[in-house]
């Protein structure tokens, strides 16, 4: 297969990527560059190509219902494939999902495991749940074992035990949090952690969490500490824009939870624009499942765009930085044919985003305007 136009092109497997003009061929799944600028006779695509953008935080196998079945598996991480999302972090999902990882039509999967909480303390039914929360440290060694490098822990949710007074409060206390993830590096996992709250940020900061998930309560202190101890933040902020909602469900039984709620949603977009502008490693995510449709990343990309950030690093962080931080290749010679190819330059408008010709998983064309 022969590609022509523009690509986020790194020379080598180190090299920070750049946007190039040229011809590539694809074969046996792998992408290489040719010689020589003009387009041959038989150009199967044009356009311009980004490697496949990552979506860090979405759940294969919950529905809005509840644990799904592998029927609704397989439609979820086809929406999202389709979308141009041709690798997933699952980041907590209730059933066994693996076999997607045979499976060489299903975007690229890492799972992180179970979620870890405490009891009552997270969805029903989605959590392992520890009485004692001292024995954080070895469940998150036990879930490193069945994961593919990455653990997850509710690090913060409403504590309904309190009544009136219930609030968006930590599950761990500070020093089992240090304990568990060194526990979990020790058995090598990156450790990611929801977190809503401004309350419990600093001591996942302190513990040296890699990733905090949603990090909408986070102050610009705290996200200054997220940079300097290199930790990632994923904001998901379709996921945000449903608090109005959640707060008013909570409103009559948990007043002030539902302030918490509240507040967070009415900063939202100056909360947003202070995280986005920061240096802090930002990562993509939709917490897809549940809530939030698989198949959305690029409507998260298009708020954060919305929230001041330029395309250009719109691209970059949701494809080869991304890809990067999960431990995957992007577009160099010899790499893994994992890429989209688009009507017009992403960078000059994002909408692009959403209009593929083609989606190569694997050197194979799996969905686009020119497969359809
Ligand atoms: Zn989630």
Redesign the pocket.
């Given at each position: 297969m022969i590609l022509s136009g523009w690509m986020l092109w790194r020379e080598d497997a180190r090299s920070r990527p750049t946007w190039v003009e040229g011809t590539w061929e694809v074969r046996d799944g792998r992408i290489d560059r040719l010689q020589g600028r003009s387009v041959p006779a038989g150009t199967d695509h044009t356009g311009w190509m980004v490697p496949g953008m990552v979506d860090v935080?979405c759940?294969i196998g919950v529905g809005a219902e509840g644990p799904a079945g592998t029927a609704r598996q397989v439609q979820q991480a086809r929406a999202d494939r389709d979308s141009g999302v041709l690798a997933l972090r699952d980041?907590?999902a209730p059933v066994d999902n693996s076999w997607m990882k045979g499976r060489r039509d299903m975007p690229v999967l890492i799972r992180a495991g179970r979620h870890v909480a405490r009891p009552g303390r997270y969805i029903r039914g989605m959590a392992v749940e520890l009485e004692d929360p001292g024995e954080l440290p070895q469940e998150l060694v036990r879930q490193a074992h069945g994961s593919d490098g990455w653990v997850k822990i509710v690090a913060d949710w409403i504590d309904r035990s309190r009544g009136a007074e219930a609030d968006l409060d930590p599950l761990w206390p500070p020093e089992v949090l240090v304990d568990a993830v060194a526990a979990a590096h020790g058995a090598g996992a990156r450790v990611a952690a929801?977190c809503f709250s401004h309350t419990a940020v600093d001591a996942l900061l302190e513990a040296g969490v890699d990733d905090i998930?949603h990090g909408c309560g986070m102050d610009e202190d705290q996200v200054a500490e997220a940079v300097r101890r290199g930790v990632h933040v994923t904001p998901t902020l379709l996921q945000v824009e449903l608090f109005e909602g959640f707060a008013r469900q909570g409103a009559r039984r948990y007043p002030r939870y539902a302030r918490t709620m509240a507040d967070m949603y009415a900063r939202r977009r100056e909360h947003a624009e202070m995280l986005l502008a920061s240096e802090v490693h930002l990562l993509p995510g939709t917490?897809a499942g549940g809530y939030q449709d698989h198949g959305s990343l690029t409507r998260e990309l298009a708020l954060w765009h919305r929230c001041g950030m330029e395309p250009t690093r719109v691209v970059d962080l949701a494809t080869w930085q991304a890809r990067e931080a999960m431990g995957l290749d992007s577009l160099y010679p010899g790499a893994p044919a994992d890429l989209v190819v688009l009507e017009g330059d992403p960078r000059e408008d994002l909408c692009h985003l959403d209009h593929a010709r083609a989606v190569l998983l694997r050197g194979e064309v799996v969905a686009g305007s020119a497969r359809s």
């Open positions: 935080h759940h980041c907590g929801h998930e917490d």
